[in-house]
């Protein structure tokens, strides 16, 4: 069995498509061992635990980037998972952790990097950077997790056009739809290895 973790602070959009996936026997010999999150009162978590999967919250307050990061290494390794997969995880992975775990962590940022990409380029901001420079096409890049934030070695790009009127909103749900199709496909790919 490839075991899956998956880390989140907000919505959880892409854990629901990959659940859903998983409900419609389309990930065979894939589980998801656990969702943990910085965040106690987060949708994602909520999501796993209404669909009966394992779920842990993991309280950042009064803790280093690297004790919370060791902690959640612990539960990870507990867990004995294969893939670790950010869906919106709004924080900064240690330099510790992201080594402990080299090669075993994937993220899905919304923009083809490496455009719109880095410390400052998340959530709505990555929409309106793209909208602001007139692109033409905007999209979705799933990547390893390295060192560097959004740095890390490119694993699938897919892009969909910017339109007349597009608004950061609009620009979102594009984007979310192709992720929500994707990020499965591609742990699914990863598992098959």
Partial sequence: ??????????????LQAIIDEMKADKM????????????????????AEE????????DPKDKTREEFDMEMAEVLEKEEVDLIVLVGYMR?????????FKSKIINVHPA???????KNFFGASVHEAVLEAGETETGMTIHYIDE?????????QKSCPVEPGDTPDTLKEKVQALEKKWYPEVIRQLANK
């Avoid at 490839?2 to 880390?7: E, G, R, T």
């Fill in 112 to 118: 083809l990097i490496p455009k719109f990409c880095g």
């Fill in 1 to 14: 069995m490839f075991k899956i973790a998956v880390i989140a602070s907000t919505n959880g959009t892409d």
């Fill in 92 to 100: 900064i992975l240690s330099e510790a952790f992201v080594t402990k």
């Fill in 148 to 156: 560097g934030v959004d740095e890390g070695e490119i694993i699938l």
């Fill in 28 to 47: 065979p010999g894939i589980e998801l061992s656990i969702v943990i999150s910085n965040k106690e009162h987060c949708n994602a978590l909520k999501r």
């Fill in 51 to 58: 669909q009966g999967y394992k779920t842990q919250f993991i």
